[in-house]
């Protein structure tokens, strides 16, 4: 039985704010495994800001990916709740922060 949960992360935030799990979250059974971040931070950024996942560069690398069990959507303006509709309907559990 799997007992931890592999994140995806699809950073809308426009501001440059970094999404952060909390600090017990890999002791928790929560691994940050990709990220996808838009608006305004360059790849090095997202690079610095989560260097333990992976940055891919489409929602479909993390949506489609089987090892991903929840996908977090951080700062979502109105045209990006398309994404979680598309995650949604791949199976995904969302969480919309």
Same mark, same amino acid.
């Given at each position: 039985?799997?007992?931890?949960?592999?994140?995806?992360? %699809?950073?809308?935030?426009?501001?440059?704010?970094?999404?952060?799990?909390?600090?017990?979250?890999?002791?928790?059974?929560?691994?940050?495994?990709?990220?996808?971040?838009?608006?305004?931070?360059?790849?090095?950024?997202?690079?610095?800001?989560?260097?333990?996942?992976? %940055?891919?560069?489409?929602?479909?690398? %993390?949506?489609?990916?089987?090892?991903?069990?929840?996908?977090?959507?951080?700062?979502?303006?109105?045209?990006?709740?398309?994404?979680?509709?598309?995650?949604?309907?791949?199976?995904?559990?969302?969480?919309?922060?």
């Amino acid at each position: 039985m799997k007992t931890s949960k592999n994140i995806g992360l %699809i950073d809308c935030d426009v501001k440059g704010k970094k999404f952060q799990l909390d600090s017990t979250s890999s002791g928790n059974g929560y691994q940050l495994k990709k990220v996808l971040v838009r608006g305004n931070k360059s790849l090095g950024l997202a690079q610095t800001q989560y260097p333990e996942a992976e %940055i891919v560069d489409h929602e479909y690398s %993390i949506i489609h990916d089987n090892a991903i069990d929840l996908i977090i959507v951080s700062a979502p303006e109105n045209s990006d709740l398309g994404l979680v509709a598309k995650a949604l309907e791949a199976g995904k559990q969302v969480r919309v922060i």
